[in-house]
């Protein structure tokens, strides 16, 4: 076996694994449902490892394993066709030329079964938490344990949640299918809220000691604009990938060489993605152009505000306390209030500024939060009452689970005892 | 006298047994099954597959708000029913500890509430008019409705009938669209007594089968194309604005009957 052969087939099966195997399963899940579709799509991805490498890599590997996972598929439903449902699967499925099956993965149509898989595994009759996992083990085509790393879980247990939700979807009858006009913007929202969920599992791991865990926040730009692509542009998946676009493009002064974290007031400008910002930016106009603005385009708006502004201090506070201001009206969260009121802050000075965010200390939600610590802590300091300060540190400190942003906090606090 | 026998056992007791043991139990139910219809005296029957698969629907200010999960999520779950004519409790009893849950769960005893009309829900006249749904195109569903039964008692009498009207009216639409298949309001779990059988010792205590402030207040069995449309229905029903409606699919036991 030449390595050149070998290193080849690996290559393609990893291409494969990340550009195509949604694609095929989609395709897989519409002929056979989702049990029989995983499990013939994965005895097809593992005779290519066994067989690429000798027999080289086929022109069209996606193809090819299409091609391997159906008959695996005739094979496993043969073996299970008890009831007529089963057994009406199965003629289908062998009724069905190769070469129209092998056209599907070419057609236009087949976008459609991409976006069936997104709506059912982020159905509302799904854990939200597993709506997650479901979307990066589906639609990213991570495999089981990078998902269990993902959450933090035992591969076990991350197989033993997996399985449950494929009996859910097939004992329950969740649909496959794309929600009608009339429930597509409620089922849509559900879409993006997984996908924004894997994007801030990216962003700020709850756990552990790494700061940016960008591989998941990728995961989630990659699967918002395939999302925009196949809901024709919808403006509320524009706003979302608009947003992601503006947060992420800060990802690399976010965090320093040792691994500390850099709030935005300390950041170094020229590291951001200028080309990513202008993506953002024009995606959001677009989306604003199409309707009244969703959350998820005021979140962009005030993200676009920050990328825009040469300095912190430079930066337009007061516009982006009016678009929290807003964004509190459409989400009922404390953690927009608190976010309003360090902006407003900015704007008449951290007195102001501390009321506000005292009155939110009873807020459901905000008790005991690190966020209001940190932001308490640090209206403190700018007022120079040092002790207070540093004992809302302490709290703070204490109630965050992230590594980096501790150290982070550690660092601010130690520059109010040195004065 | 109509009563439902309501089998509550612990799901993790099939998970983790044999598929030789789990066919044994089904043989065991598709026995009682038989025996149970030959009396003439066996209403309406469903095998529920397992809360893992179950979703619960409420309505609250016209919002939906569908979770994943049961209304309860307790160790030993509602896992299928059976109801039947008896002319005394007791009759009612003897048929529950003969259910093969009885020996490793608990049953219990429920009667079905007269309806004031005596009429049981949706005319046959209507029912004859309805498209015939069937396991081609639909799949079963049972919707359980909890609610508190104190909320019930503080009611008077121009409320309650109010509520009646809007569960007639209900059960008349799934009747006239063919999703209805059964379906009971049941007495006030206070009315209820719930049986287990240990080794060859009946224990019998007054009370429903869990002590909660929401308890069951009856169910529907409808055919539904897929879980939002059952969904769509549960939603329907009064009890998820005032309570909760689970959704559980019914398992296909045809093999076994």
């Known amino acids: 076996m030449l390595p050149n052969a070998q290193r080849e087939a690996q290559r393609a099966i990893e291409a494969f694994v990340r550009d195509d195997r949604s694609r095929v399963l989609a395709a897989l899940v519409k002929r056979c449902g989702f049990e029989v579709a995983e499990e013939s799509l994965d005895a097809a991805i593992e005779a290519a490892v066994r067989q690429w490498p000798g027999e080289g890599t086929p022109s069209s590997p996606a193809a090819w394993v299409m091609a391997v996972a159906r008959r695996r598929a005739i094979d496993a439903l043969r073996h299970r066709a008890t009831r007529s449902q089963g057994r009406a699967t199965l003629r289908a499925l062998r009724d069905e030329r190769d070469a129209d099956a092998l ?46 790393r993902a959450f933090c879980v035992a591969p076990a247990t991350m197989a033993q949640r997996l399985t449950r939700a494929k009996a859910k979807i097939e004992t329950a009858g969740i649909p496959y299918e794309v929600p009608e006009k009339s429930e597509l913007r409620e089922r849509l929202a559900s879409v993006l809220e997984v996908l924004y969920a894997i994007f801030n599992e990216g962003y700020v791991a709850t756990a552990g000691t790494s700061l940016q865990r960008v591989d998941l926040a990728d995961e989630a730009l990659r699967l918002a604009a395939i999302l925009c692509a196949l809901v024709d542009e919808h403006p509320d998946a524009l706003s979302l990938r608009a947003l992601l676009l503006l947060v992420h493009a800060r990802r690399a002064a976010r965090t320093a060489s040792d691994g500390e974290m850099i709030a935005l007031d300390e950041q170094d400008r020229a590291l951001w993605d200028r080309a990513m910002i202008s993506l953002g930016k024009s995606l959001l106009d677009r989306a604003l152009r199409a309707g009244p603005p969703s959350a998820y385009a005021i979140e962009a708006a005030i993200q676009a505000l920050h990328d825009e502004s040469p300095s912190y201090v430079a930066t337009d506070f007061a516009q982006i306390a009016e678009l929290y201001r807003l964004l509190r009206a459409k989400v009922d969260a404390p953690i927009v209030a608190l976010n309003e009121a360090v902006a407003r802050s900015m704007v008449d000075g951290p007195e102001q500024g501390l009321r506000l965010v005292l009155a939110l200390e009873r807020a459901e939600g905000l008790q005991g939060h690190h966020a209001l610590f940190a932001a308490k802590a640090d209206l403190l300091r700018r007022l120079g009452r040092s002790a207070e300060a540093i004992a809302a540190y302490d709290a703070a400190i204490e109630a965050t689970r992230n590594e980096p942003e501790r150290r982070f906090l550690s660092r601010r606090r130690a520059i109010v005892i040195a004065g | 006298m109509q009563y439902v026998l309501l089998i509550y056992a612990a799901e993790s007791r099939f998970a983790t047994s044999t598929p030789a043991e789990g066919e044994a139990i089904m043989q065991a139910y598709g026995k009682y099954t038989k025996d149970l219809f030959s009396t003439g005296r066996a209403g309406d029957c469903a095998a529920l ?5 179950a979703t619960s629907v409420r309505v609250r200010e016209g919002k939906r708000a569908v979770k994943d999960g049961p209304f309860a999520e307790t160790r030993e779950q509602l896992g299928g029913y059976y109801t039947i004519e008896a002319e005394t409790p007791d009759e009612a009893l003897a048929w529950a500890e003969k259910i093969p849950a009885a020996t490793f769960g608990s049953i219990e005893v429920r009667p079905i509430m007269k309806m004031p009309s005596g009429a049981p829900a949706g005319g046959d006249t209507e029912a004859s008019k309805a498209p015939k749904l069937s396991a081609d195109t639909h799949k079963q569903y049972l919707l359980l409705l909890y609610e508190d039964e104190k909320a019930w008692e503080t009611m008077t009498d121009e409320q309650r009938g109010a509520v009646f009207g809007r569960y007639m009216q209900f059960s008349e639409d799934i009747v006239a669209s063919g999703n209805f298949i059964a379906g009971e309001p049941l007495d006030p779990a206070t009315a209820a007594r719930t049986v287990s059988v240990d080794g060859s010792k009946r224990v019998v205590r007054d009370g429903p089968f869990a002590e909660t402030r929401e308890q069951l207040g009856g169910y529907y069995r409808v055919w539904a194309k897929n879980l939002d449309e059952a969904v769509s229905i549960a939603a329907k029903i009064p009890a998820a604005e005032s309570g909760t409606v689970e959704v559980r699919p019914v398992m296909d036991t045809s093999a076994y009957v």
């Open chain 1, 103 to 148: 056209s599907a993965l070419e057609d236009e149509a087949f976008g459609d079964d991409r976006l069936r898989l997104f709506f059912t595994c982020c159905h509302p009759a799904i854990a939200e938490e597993t709506r997650v996992a479901l979307a990066l083990r589906w639609l990213s085509g991570l495999s089981t344990d990078d998902v269990a």
């Open chain 2, 49 to 53: 597959a397992p809360t893992h698969t």
